[in-house]
């Protein structure tokens, strides 16, 4: 299942809807906000094309399913305004083996960061700065 | 003609995330930018060369599929095309 | 930090243990029991040589986190019985960047199996099978 | 002199988790695996070769650290010594 959403990302949700009694292994990521020592980040806005996004995640996740053998694989992203530590994003996915989940999971994130329209906004003591962005 | 512009990221807070515009029939993608631009001298200058080229940086979407900025300027729209404006994706 | 434990893994717990303000990657490894579709199994026994496994498994930790430059690095096993669908070993890493985050990760979960002294007992219709064992 | 034997998985099933055996002073690994072996069937059919040879199979520590069973079987334990008899680890 694919969300984009402005609450708060419930992993434990996430891992009971990606479980299966058929799969021995389940990876996720969780892209957090993150203050490097000297940037002095203070929040940070995510913004989507949601429509778009939510379109191209699910064929991302379709990608995934087939080419990995997925049992299952959960998408979450966060919009809106996070503060240091909060999740930005989290991929669950659950495949018979630990191979097939670690490169599925791999997979989702590597393509969400290329192909999915979403932006993120660094607002920190130094002023605002669009990542990846105007 | 009616067509729909969103804006996102740096763009939206230039242009605004979304509006409606009146423009001639059959009107391409790159002549839908330029009344952006004429418009608003920021989005002329995030968004055009010195030369009038859209920059490769501008990012565009028909009705929520991409279109290559080297090839489908030309596009011409229709009636209720929807055309989003963005900047590169967050990457890393 | 290392586990070995007869209780039930609390994920969330680790996660929240392996956050840092400056790491941007949480990448989690959750073995489960799986039941294939032919085996019928029925529960799973998981015994440790419990101080030996320890050790071995903080040197392992330890590999990791200079190998990889990790923020953190926590590792929890079960041992007892088990049913299908239950954790049976769950690995939380955190790094800076996902690459590093998804390799640590990676890399623990595959020398804990070549190196940790741990066994699994399958239960099922057919009757009782080490894994790896005699 | 006196040492502890702890076994794990099927040869704790048949040798039980944990025991203390009296050997004689000086006694090599191999000797303490032979004198299991004397006292069940099963471990010896388990962990020894028709050729008397200990098997590949059969994993070994003392004191905690793995020795290797092609070099180290004939090392001498001492008086409190712990070995560990486990088959290959749970792996994949």
New interface residues.
């Given amino acids: 299942m694919i969300e984009i959403t402005d609450s708060e990302i419930c992993l434990v949700e996430l891992i009971k809807r990606a479980r299966r009694d058929d799969a021995g292994a389940v990876v996720t990521f969780l892209g957090t906000v993150r203050d490097d020592e000297d940037c002095g980040l203070e929040h940070l806005e995510v913004e989507a094309f949601r429509e778009a996004a939510l379109a191209e995640l699910e064929v991302i996740r379709q990608e995934a399913m087939s080419r990995f053998a997925l049992k299952a694989a959960e998408v979450v992203h966060r919009t809106g305004s996070l503060a240091v530590g909060e999740s930005i994003v989290a991929i669950v996915c659950s495949a018979g083996h630990r191979e097939e989940a670690f490169s599925g999971c791999r997979y989702i994130i590597e393509q969400l960061k290329r192909r999915a329209p979403l932006w993120k906004k660094e607002i920190s003591e130094k002023g605002e700065r669009w990542v990846g962005g105007a | 003609m009616r067509v729909k512009v969103?804006a996102?990221?740096?763009?939206?807070?230039?242009l605004g995330k979304e509006r409606e515009l009146d423009v001639k029939e059959a009107a391409t993608v790159k002549e839908l930018l330029q009344v952006l631009a004429a418009g608003s001298p920021r989005f002329r200058e995030?968004a055009f060369e010195e030369s009038g080229a859209v920059r490769d940086?501008v990012l565009l979407?028909v009705n929520?599929k991409r279109i290559d900025p080297q090839q489908d300027l030309s596009r011409a729209l229709v009636d209720g095309d929807e055309l989003?404006v963005?900047?590169?994706?967050?990457?890393?």
């Avoid at chain 2, 996102?8 to 230039?14: K, Y």
């Avoid at chain 2, 963005?86 to 890393?92: E, I, K, V």
């Fill in positions: 969103i996102f990221a740096g763009f939206r807070e230039i995030e940086y979407m929520r989003a963005f900047p590169p994706l967050a990457g890393g």
